[in-house]
């Protein structure tokens, strides 16, 4: 047997938010016959690659909510101290922390971008002063 493996990933800007986009993807593989004809597996894999790609177009062309451009949520500010301005004074766990790099990674956000984000949603300068809450 002879594997094909097709995917199609598609990044689009979201429409008046600033370093914002949305992404779609889609993969598939198959199987044909290991004597299978040199054209036959251009044409399946042609087909293939028309099929992902309009999936992906589908799903990108899906009505979606997008955030109000430059709304911003408010900083929160309590007595608790530094470093717990944004919640209820218990600081993020290492966990917590390491999990919102990881997923900044996954989406291909920057330090600064991420520095950025967490200045303007939650009024601190970077991830180590979040707290919970």
């Keep these: 047997m002879l594997k094909l493996s097709a995917s199609v990933m598609k990044k689009v800007p979201l429409p008046g938010v600033e370093y914002s986009s949305f992404s779609c993807s889609a993969g598939i593989e198959v199987e044909l016959p290991s004597d299978a004809a040199v054209e036959e597996i251009q044409a399946r894999l042609k087909g ?46 290492e966990a917590q922390l390491k999990a919102i790099d990881a997923i900044a990674r996954s989406r291909k956000v920057g330090d600064s971008d991420l520095k950025d984000l967490v200045e303007s949603q939650f009024g601190v300068s970077s991830t180590n002063e979040l707290s919970i809450g």
């Design 48 to 93: 293939l690659y028309a099929l992902l790609e309009l999936a992906v177009d589908e799903q990108l062309s899906a009505p979606r909510q997008v955030p109000h451009a430059g709304k911003k949520a408010p900083a929160q500010r309590n007595a608790a101290g530094p470093g717990t301005r944004n919640g209820n004074g218990r600081k993020a766990t």
